[in-house]
């Protein structure tokens, strides 16, 4: 277990809010322009970075990571480009998150359930936890399909109409 002790002030400054990376965004963001373009084949990386506004360079970068996730698959030639390797409805947003990221909630590139804070701090750990399990709710139960749609889960939908949640702190 890893223990936090002297580091303290340290952490709670680097992990004081939640954060999804512009590479997270990009990632599902071209996942869910596949989806939407599913009907037509393959598509070129420059037109899911311009529908997307996405840097070409970065978008390929992360395009690779998905196609060695198996989330996306890729053809050379003139038809090339990408599309989802499976249909959308079989792909949650967490798998692409973690396609691209890793884990969804690690803290100082541990996981939560190996860590053991002194004193006070001891239920810090199921804190973490239940973060974690939170944003798993979420994101593993929206698909890009889902996205694709405009449909989203009622629970997801629940979440997102509190106005509470709309407050930026």
């Known amino acids: 277990m890893r223990r936090w002790g002297s580091r303290r002030a340290v952490w709670v400054?680097?992990?004081?809010?939640?954060?999804?990376?512009?590479?997270?965004?990009?990632?599902?963001?071209?996942?869910?322009?596949?989806?939407a373009s599913a009907d037509r084949g393959p598509i070129h990386g420059d037109q899911i970075a311009r529908a997307q506004s996405i840097p070409l360079k970065f978008l390929l970068n992360i395009l690779t990571e998905l196609r060695h996730a198996r989330i996306v698959q890729s053809q050379r030639g003139s038809v090339g480009g990408y599309q989802l390797a499976r249909p959308a409805e079989q792909i949650t947003l967490a798998e692409v998150i973690r396609a691209v990221e890793g884990p969804l909630a690690n803290v100082h590139e541990s996981r939560p359930e190996e860590l053991e804070y002194p004193g006070p701090a001891a239920a810090l750990r199921d804190v973490w936890i239940a973060v974690r399990a939170s944003l798993r709710s979420v994101l593993e139960e929206v698909?890009?399909?889902?996205?694709?749609?405009?449909?989203?889960?009622?629970?997801?939908?629940?979440?997102?109409?509190?106005?509470?949640?709309?407050?930026?702190?």
């Open 13 to 35: 400054e680097h992990n004081s809010a939640v954060r999804i990376s512009a590479k997270a965004d990009y990632a599902v963001r071209a996942v869910v322009e596949l989806a």
């Open 143 to 169: 698909t890009v399909a889902d996205l694709a749609e405009g449909n989203l889960p009622d629970s997801v939908r629940e979440l997102a109409s509190d106005p509470d949640a709309w407050a930026a702190r």
